[in-house]
Protein backbone atom coordinates (compact mmCIF):
# COMPACT_ATOMS: atom_id res chain seq x y z
CA UNK A 1 0.00 0.00 0.00
CA UNK A 2 1.49 3.10 -1.15
CA UNK A 3 2.48 5.97 1.69
CA UNK A 4 0.96 9.14 2.14
CA UNK A 5 3.25 11.45 1.07
CA UNK A 6 4.78 14.06 3.73
CA UNK A 7 3.19 17.06 2.03
CA UNK A 8 -0.22 15.81 1.75
CA UNK A 9 -3.02 16.69 4.63
CA UNK A 10 -4.65 14.00 6.29
CA UNK A 11 -8.01 12.61 4.81
CA UNK A 12 -9.33 13.66 8.59
CA UNK A 13 -7.96 14.71 11.73
CA UNK A 14 -6.79 12.11 13.97
CA UNK A 15 -7.10 13.23 17.12
CA UNK A 16 -10.86 12.38 19.01
CA UNK A 17 -12.53 15.41 19.39
CA UNK A 18 -13.83 16.62 22.94
CA UNK A 19 -16.93 15.77 24.01
CA UNK A 20 -19.22 18.37 24.20
CA UNK A 21 -21.95 19.23 26.75
CA UNK A 22 -24.51 17.05 26.06
CA UNK A 23 -21.98 14.11 25.75
CA UNK A 24 -20.74 14.70 28.65
CA UNK A 25 -24.20 15.06 30.59
CA UNK A 26 -25.27 11.93 28.89
CA UNK A 27 -22.03 10.03 30.09
CA UNK A 28 -22.74 11.18 33.47
CA UNK A 29 -26.34 10.08 33.68
CA UNK A 30 -25.60 6.85 32.51
CA UNK A 31 -22.62 6.58 35.14
CA UNK A 32 -25.08 7.18 37.89
CA UNK A 33 -28.04 4.86 36.77
CA UNK A 34 -25.47 2.28 36.23
CA UNK A 35 -24.24 3.02 39.56
CA UNK A 36 -27.48 2.88 40.99
CA UNK A 37 -28.23 -0.52 39.22
CA UNK A 38 -31.18 1.56 37.16
CA UNK A 39 -30.10 0.47 34.00
CA UNK A 40 -28.07 -2.44 33.00
CA UNK A 41 -26.51 -4.73 30.34
CA UNK A 42 -29.71 -5.29 28.61
CA UNK A 43 -29.79 -1.65 28.44
CA UNK A 44 -26.41 -1.52 26.25
CA UNK A 45 -27.87 -0.83 22.75
CA UNK A 46 -29.95 2.18 23.84
CA UNK A 47 -27.25 3.51 25.76
CA UNK A 48 -24.66 3.28 22.74
CA UNK A 49 -27.85 4.68 21.08
CA UNK A 50 -28.33 7.67 23.28
CA UNK A 51 -24.20 8.30 23.38
CA UNK A 52 -23.73 8.19 19.69
CA UNK A 53 -27.33 11.09 19.80
CA UNK A 54 -25.61 13.06 22.37
CA UNK A 55 -22.05 13.13 19.93
CA UNK A 56 -24.18 13.93 16.86
CA UNK A 57 -26.31 16.21 18.44
CA UNK A 58 -23.18 18.09 20.00
CA UNK A 59 -21.66 18.68 16.39
CA UNK A 60 -24.79 19.63 15.11
CA UNK A 61 -25.25 22.57 17.47
CA UNK A 62 -21.49 23.66 17.07
CA UNK A 63 -22.08 23.33 13.18
CA UNK A 64 -25.25 26.31 13.86
CA UNK A 65 -27.44 23.38 11.69
CA UNK A 66 -30.96 24.27 13.96
CA UNK A 67 -33.28 21.71 11.95
CA UNK A 68 -30.56 18.89 12.86
CA UNK A 69 -30.28 19.95 16.14
CA UNK A 70 -34.01 19.52 16.71
CA UNK A 71 -34.41 16.65 15.49
CA UNK A 72 -31.93 14.88 17.13
CA UNK A 73 -32.58 16.51 20.41
CA UNK A 74 -35.95 14.94 19.98
CA UNK A 75 -35.02 11.48 19.45
CA UNK A 76 -32.32 11.84 22.48
CA UNK A 77 -35.22 12.63 24.76
CA UNK A 78 -37.36 10.07 23.46
CA UNK A 79 -34.07 7.49 24.13
CA UNK A 80 -33.29 8.96 27.26
CA UNK A 81 -37.29 8.61 28.98
CA UNK A 82 -36.83 4.85 27.12
CA UNK A 83 -34.40 4.43 29.31
CA UNK A 84 -35.64 6.20 32.53
CA UNK A 85 -33.54 8.62 32.51
CA UNK A 86 -35.87 11.53 32.03
CA UNK A 87 -37.01 13.11 35.67
CA UNK A 88 -41.08 12.07 34.70
CA UNK A 89 -39.69 8.48 33.95
CA UNK A 90 -38.16 8.33 37.84
CA UNK A 91 -41.48 9.83 38.92
CA UNK A 92 -39.33 13.02 40.14
CA UNK A 93 -42.48 15.10 40.38
CA UNK A 94 -44.96 12.38 41.24
CA UNK A 95 -45.03 13.82 44.89
CA UNK A 96 -45.69 16.93 43.70
CA UNK A 97 -48.61 15.65 41.31
CA UNK A 98 -49.92 13.88 44.30
CA UNK A 99 -49.65 16.41 46.91
CA UNK A 100 -51.67 18.95 44.27
CA UNK A 101 -54.67 15.96 43.71
CA UNK A 102 -55.00 15.43 46.95
CA UNK A 103 -55.65 19.17 47.95
CA UNK A 104 -57.97 19.82 45.16
CA UNK A 105 -60.15 17.39 47.35
CA UNK A 106 -59.66 19.24 50.65
CA UNK A 107 -61.92 22.36 51.41
CA UNK A 108 -59.99 25.97 51.66
CA UNK A 109 -60.55 26.02 55.31
CA UNK A 110 -60.29 30.02 55.00
CA UNK A 111 -62.68 30.35 52.20
CA UNK A 112 -66.00 31.13 52.88
CA UNK A 113 -68.93 28.99 53.42
CA UNK A 114 -70.45 27.41 50.33
CA UNK A 115 -74.58 27.49 50.40
CA UNK A 116 -77.02 30.17 51.03
CA UNK A 117 -75.56 33.12 52.60
CA UNK A 118 -77.70 35.45 54.97
Do not use: Y
Request: glycine share 12%; proline share 8%; hydrophobic share 45%.
Amino acid sequence: MPRRPADQPALFDPRKPRKGRVELAVDKAVRAAQADKAIGTLDAGLVALARTLAASLDGAAGADDRWVTARLAGELRETLARLRLDPTARGAHRGELAGFLADLGRPDPGGAAVGNTP
